[in-house]
């Protein structure tokens, strides 16, 4: 029996989907009624409720914490979002007797001096670090993959031919369902209280680049791209906001992350082969996301 938090987002419908398919079964937490699915039992909670929190783990074999707060108006929502929520989360699991704790944090937490979002992460890893538990966590870098709506905009611009891009760097990148597979890895395989990186495989990571034009060969297209300082950066942030609001994709906390230069994985702290390896080369994963997005109605 899996504890999954996060699991209406992204990466967590990804993760029960693998874990029933692997024939474990799944408790999840919500915010709100889920549809009855077979093998998962949902409990209505947040992750500031101790007592949904409780019933989440009673009986679990694992916590695979997912949950996160990515976007925020202040420092204080990002640290109850993600501190405090991890806490919580790491002594209900000590207060049932769950040994095994899976953590997803984030590359941001290396850098937490750069933004909110990293610091908060950061300061979440700190809790699960304190803990008894069994714990590992994993900092993905960028995920992609269908369903994902936080690249959709640089599918979409990429469709007009275009790539705004930050200053010149490099990046990482991981598919949603390699990322997925890794974290039921951790489950039945626990290397220790360690941190681990995982990516696509490419050594060094893209170039900001050439990620933009293996976008633009997804979508069909030859992109130009253009790099732009940072005060041009946190000005459309600034305007993103004020057109988005709470929507918004492009903030300036993410700004903040966004200009430093260097957001590949460090190769020390990538999974032993043994336990897993990338299986979805990312000019494929991009293709077929293009395809999602088109199929759905979301390139525009």
Same mark, same amino acid.
């Given at each position: 029996?899996?504890?999954?938090?996060?699991?209406?987002?992204?990466?967590?419908?990804?993760?029960?989907?693998?874990?029933?398919?692997?024939?474990?079964?799944?408790?999840?937490?919500?915010?709100?009624?889920?549809?009855?699915?077979?093998?998962?039992?949902?409990?209505?909670?947040?992750?500031?409720?101790?007592?949904?929190?409780?019933?989440?783990?009673?009986?679990?074999? +694992?916590?695979?914490?997912?949950?996160?707060?990515?976007?925020?108006?202040?420092?204080?929502?990002?640290?109850?979002?993600?501190?405090?929520?991890?806490?919580?989360?790491?002594?209900?699991?000590?207060?049932?007797?769950?040994?095994?704790?899976?953590?997803?944090? #984030?590359?941001?937490?290396?850098?937490?001096?750069?933004?909110?979002?990293?610091? #908060?992460?950061?300061?979440?890893?700190?809790?699960?670090?304190? #803990?008894?538990?069994?714990?590992?966590?994993?900092?993905?870098?960028?995920?992609?993959?269908?369903?994902?709506?936080?690249?959709?905009?640089?599918?979409?611009?990429?469709?007009?031919?275009?790539?705004?891009?930050?200053?010149?760097?490099?990046?990482?990148?991981?598919?949603?369902?390699?990322?997925?597979?890794?974290?039921?890895?951790?489950?039945?395989?626990?290397?220790?209280?360690?941190?681990?990186?995982?990516?696509?495989?490419?050594?060094?990571?893209?170039?900001?680049?050439?990620?933009?034009?293996?976008?633009? +060969?997804?979508?069909?297209?030859?992109?130009?791209?253009? +790099?732009?300082?940072?005060?041009?950066?946190?000005?459309?942030?600034?305007?993103?906001?004020?057109?988005?609001?709470?929507?918004?994709?492009?903030?300036?906390?993410?700004?903040?992350?966004?200009?430093?230069?260097?957001?590949?994985?460090?190769?020390?702290?990538?999974?032993?082969?043994?336990?897993?390896?990338?299986?979805?080369?990312?000019?494929?994963?991009?293709?077929?996301?293009?395809?999602?997005?088109?199929?759905?109605?979301?390139?525009?």
């Amino acid at each position: 029996m899996l504890a999954i938090t996060g699991g209406t987002g992204f990466i967590g419908k990804r993760l029960i989907d693998l874990a029933l398919a692997r024939g474990y079964g799944v408790r999840a937490l919500t915010r709100r009624p889920q549809p009855d699915a077979n093998g998962i039992a949902w409990v209505e909670g947040s992750l500031d409720d101790t007592e949904s929190l409780a019933r989440l783990v009673e009986g679990a074999d +694992a916590v695979v914490h997912v949950a996160g707060v990515v976007n925020a108006p202040s420092l204080p929502d990002f640290l109850r979002g993600n501190a405090g929520g991890t806490a919580n989360m790491v002594a209900a699991a000590e207060q049932a007797g769950v040994r095994r704790f899976v953590h997803v944090s #984030s590359l941001s937490a290396r850098k937490p001096l750069l933004s909110h979002y990293g610091q #908060s992460k950061q300061l979440a890893e700190a809790e699960v670090r304190a #803990s008894k538990l069994d714990w590992t966590i994993v900092r993905p870098p960028a995920i992609y993959g269908p369903g994902d709506m936080e690249m959709r905009d640089v599918f979409r611009m990429a469709r007009l031919g275009l790539a705004l891009l930050p200053p010149p760097g490099r990046m990482s990148i991981v598919h949603v369902d390699d990322l997925a597979r890794l974290l039921i890895a951790l489950v039945d395989h626990d290397p220790g209280r360690i941190i681990l990186d995982p990516d696509d495989g490419v050594p060094g990571g893209w170039s900001h680049e050439d990620f933009a034009r293996a976008v633009g +060969a997804a979508v069909g297209r030859k992109v130009m791209p253009f +790099a732009l300082p940072t005060k041009a950066l946190s000005i459309a942030a600034r305007i993103d906001r004020m057109v988005r609001g709470a929507k918004a994709k492009l903030t300036p906390d993410r700004v903040g992350y966004m200009v430093h230069p260097d957001w590949t994985i460090d190769p020390a702290h990538r999974p032993d082969k043994a336990l897993w390896t990338p299986e979805i080369p990312t000019r494929a994963g991009l293709a077929a996301t293009a395809d999602w997005y088109r199929a759905n109605g979301l390139l525009g």
